[in-house]
T-cell receptor, first 115, second 112 residues
Framework: AQSVTQLDSHVSVSEGTPVLLRCNYS??????LFWYVQHPNKGLQLLLK??????LVKGINGFEAEFKKSETSFHLTKPSAHMSDAAEYFC?????????????FGTGTRLTIIP | NAGVTQTPKFQVLKTGQSMTLQCAQDMNHEYMSWYRQDPGMGLRLIHY???????DQGEVPNGYNVSRSTTEDFPLRLLSAAPSQTSVYFCASMPGGGYEQYFGPGTRLTVT
């Protein structure tokens, strides 16, 4: 079975400091992994995706994530937090179930930026 | 392109009432899906469709029906609303063979 675990439900960082949002996955085969962001009262927007190409993936707004198979991790990072990064972030694993696409979402990490 | 649109944005129902949440996309995407979002639980798949005339159940299908008569539209029907269906509902679409799902803005449903 495929699953994702987001290790922190809430992360607070000061503006200008690094961001680390942690995600571990479980998959019986090589997965596709995503990070989505949800700003308050908005829908979800794709930040970045890993699809078995380069293990270091760059996304929008300065975010990046590294796929580490040995650690089954796909942590999201940003060198310097901005106030506009305050949002909820979801780690997602994609798998095929009898030929049909399915996504499994993590429970989310709420990122707070301290001015 | 309008992308994925959902109506209504907000809805309050009484227990036992029925209603339909509308979802439409203008990107000619084959794959459409419905999720519900509850605090601390991420998004859970209710139903999905891989093309017109084809639907299947997701993780939490009970109490919901769907149909897909056209590529553009994928309505979600609540047959007899229950308080446990109070949630935020998101519709999403994706092109066949694609990786990114495009999400609508959501419908906030309260059942009293």
């Amino acid at each position: 079975a495929q699953s994702v675990t987001q290790l922190d439900s809430h992360v607070s960082v000061s503006e200008g400091t690094p961001v680390l949002l942690r995600c571990n996955y479980s998959s019986s085969y090589s997965p596709s992994l995503f990070w989505y962001v949800q700003h308050p009262n908005k829908g979800l927007q794709l930040l970045l995706k890993y699809t078995s190409a380069a293990t270091l993936v760059k996304g929008i707004n300065g975010f990046e994530a590294e796929f580490k198979k040995s650690e089954t991790s796909f942590h999201l990072t940003k060198p310097s937090a901005h106030m506009s990064d305050a949002a909820e972030y979801f780690c997602v694993v994609r798998y095929l179930n009898f030929g049909n696409e399915k996504l499994t979402f993590g429970t989310g990490t709420r990122l707070t930026i301290i001015p | 392109n309008a992308g994925v649109t959902q109506t209504p944005k907000f809805q309050v129902l009484k227990t036992g009432q029925s209603m339909t949440l509308q979802c439409a996309q203008d990107m000619n995407h084959e794959y459409m899906s419905w999720y519900r979002q509850d605090p601390g639980m991420g998004l859970r798949l209710i139903h999905y469709s891989v093309g017109a005339g084809i639907t299947d159940q997701g993780e939490v299908p009970n109490g919901y029906n769907v149909s897909r008569s056209t590529t553009e539209d994928f309505p979600l029907r609540l047959l007899s609303a229950a308080p446990s269906q109070t949630s935020v509902y998101f519709c999403a679409s994706m092109p066949g063979g694609g990786y990114e799902q495009y999400f609508g803005p959501g419908t906030r449903l309260t059942v009293t």
